[in-house]
T-cell receptor, first 111, second 114 residues
Framework: SQQGEEDPQALSIQEGENATMNCSYK?????LQWYRQNSGRGLVHLIL?????REKHSGRLRVTLDTSKKSSSLLITASRAADTASYFC???????????FGKGTSLLVTP | DAGVIQSPRHEVTEMGQEVTLRCKPI?????LFWYRQTMMRGLELLIY????????DSGMPEDRFSAKMPNASFSTLKIQPSEPRDSAVYFC????????????FGAGTRLSVL
């Protein structure tokens, strides 16, 4: 079943701008992750935030997690054309390692 | 490491035919996952294995789907008989023993059932 829901479904920005994507989920989670998928390729893990963390940084990525609102956001700063891809949030619950993915945000960064 | 390897990359078949998708996980990874991606339903977990044993197959759509992992370096997902609604991209992923649930995905198999 779909756990995460990303918003917006599609986002178009210019190089150098920041991109913000949001994710909402429904049940208690262990961790929340963000993955990137380039067209025609598999998913690549970007960043993981644990349920007891509120914010995490990795390079140009910043992730926040609000467990009270069951939501997360992914900020990509100073975007580049190479950031063009679909971005998915994925959650796992306390029982097992199944990941529940949202339908993704399609990001287009134009030069 | 070569990463997760899936074959074939593309498969076109006719309704009613048997389809077998293959996956080689990253060496040393103990968990293997099969996902299906469609426009309508997004990414769905079909089944996952730990140490070659199926742990959760609640996502397998119906009896036409079966998955096996005969050893630590090979898994198959079989659809018999295939139907047009099975058309999708099928991904295999693996993870190591760590409790951190970061999964490494293959490039996927794009299946078209005519």
């Amino acid at each position: 079943s779909q756990q995460g829901e990303e918003d917006p479904q599609a986002l178009s920005i210019q190089e150098g701008e920041n991109a913000t994507m949001n994710c909402s989920y429904k049940t208690s989670i262990n961790n929340l992750q963000w993955y990137r998928q380039n067209s025609g390729r598999g998913l690549v893990h970007l960043i993981l935030i644990r349920s007891n963390e509120r914010e995490k940084h990795s390079g140009r990525l910043r992730v926040t997690l609000d467990t009270s609102k069951k939501s997360s956001s992914l900020l990509i700063t100073a975007s580049r054309a190479a950031d063009t891809a679909s971005y998915f949030c994925a959650t796992d619950e306390n029982s097992g390692y199944a990941l529940n993915f949202g339908k993704g945000t399609s990001l287009l960064v134009t030069p | 490491d070569a990463g997760v390897i899936q074959s074939p990359r593309h498969e076109v078949t006719e309704m009613g035919q048997e389809v077998t998708l293959r996956c080689k996980p990253i060496s040393g990874h103990d968990y293997l996952f099969w996902y299906r991606q469609t426009m309508m339903r997004g990414l769905e977990l079909l089944i996952y294995f730990n140490n070659n044993v199926p742990i959760d197959d609640s996502g397998m759509p119906e009896d036409r789907f079966s998955a096996k992992m005969p050893n630590a370096s090979f898994s198959t997902l079989k659809i018999q008989p295939s139907e047009p609604r099975d058309s999708a991209v099928y991904f295999c992923a693996s993870k190591g023993e760590s409790s951190i649930n970061i999964q490494y995905f293959g490039a996927g198999t794009r299946l078209s059932v005519l």
